[in-house]
């Protein structure tokens, strides 16, 4: 499969480049062309991959683990979130399910919520200012990059949730494996805050923690699939108990 996709990009490269040579007609529709080849070799891709899901081969579930640490720059008075990041994706261009288990935070930042978004880089060498701008291979304003997963809640110390419909890929030209996962000391503000950093970031504020997003089995998920549903359980005996 990776070697048909190979020739494919191969031929675009090649296609391209007699396109650059080609200079007999100014203004020629060159980018136009380049943009419907993106397309054709996205479309072989995910009817591969896809292929691969449907035959239960390598292409089924696919599942990712980003385990996340405080950044190497942060001041001494930002808490020191560590914890762990997980993602699932059930076929090519299904929405991503994830699971966020952080802890860290102190007493006074309950209540209060956390942007959590896709960064362009897996670099944490230097701190988490290192994994650059937001993900954004299609060039559109925030929140719309893949990856800008909004603003989660902190209660008692810590950050957990599940949560489905977030829209990023594994698989892909514009897959997140490799990128990282940007904790934020800030709300993100989703694109309303009226300047220009607002449509770039979300005015999330500094970068407390991250994480690169790595390929992995199902057993990590497996084990949080299972605090979840003993979580869930809790609840609707407290519930019961209150009532």
């Known amino acids: 499969m990776l070697a048909l996709l190979c020739s494919f990009l191969l031929l675009a490269a090649r296609a391209s480049t007699d396109m650059d040579t080609d200079t007999a007609e100014p203004g020629s529709n060159t980018a136009e062309q380049i943009r419907d080849m993106h397309v054709k070799v996205t479309e072989i891709w995910q009817a591969l991959t896809h292929r691969g899901a449907r035959d239960g081969g390598p292409g089924a579930d696919l599942y990712t683990a ?41 007493a006074e930042h309950n ?5 959590i978004h896709v960064h362009q880089f ?3 060498s230097q701190g988490c200012e290192a994994t650059g701008p937001h993900y954004n291979p299609l060039g559109v304003p925030h929140p719309q990059h893949p990856g800008d997963f909004g603003n989660f809640w902190v209660r008692d110390g810590s950050l957990w949730k599940y949560r489905t419909g977030l829209n990023a890929s594994l698989v892909g030209p514009h897959s997140i494996v490799g990128r990282a996962v940007v904790v934020h000391a800030g709300q993100d503000d989703l694109g309303r805050g009226g300047d220009q950093a607002s449509v770039e970031n979300g005015n999330a504020g500094p970068r407390l923690a991250c994480c690169v997003v790595g390929v992995c089995g199902p057993e990590p998920w497996a084990r949080q699939a299972q605090k979840h ?14 009532a």
């Open 66 to 106: 980003c385990s996340v640490q405080p950044s190497a720059s942060i001041g001494a008075a930002q808490p020191r979130v560590t914890g762990l990041v997980l993602f699932r994706q059930l076929a090519p261009g299904a929405k991503l399910e994830a699971f966020l288990d952080l802890e860290g935070f102190t």
């Open 111 to 115: 209540g209060s919520a956390r942007a």
């Open 122 to 124: 897996g670099d944490v």
């Open 229 to 242: 549903a003993e979580r869930k359980k809790r609840w609707r005996e407290n519930e019961c108990k209150a």
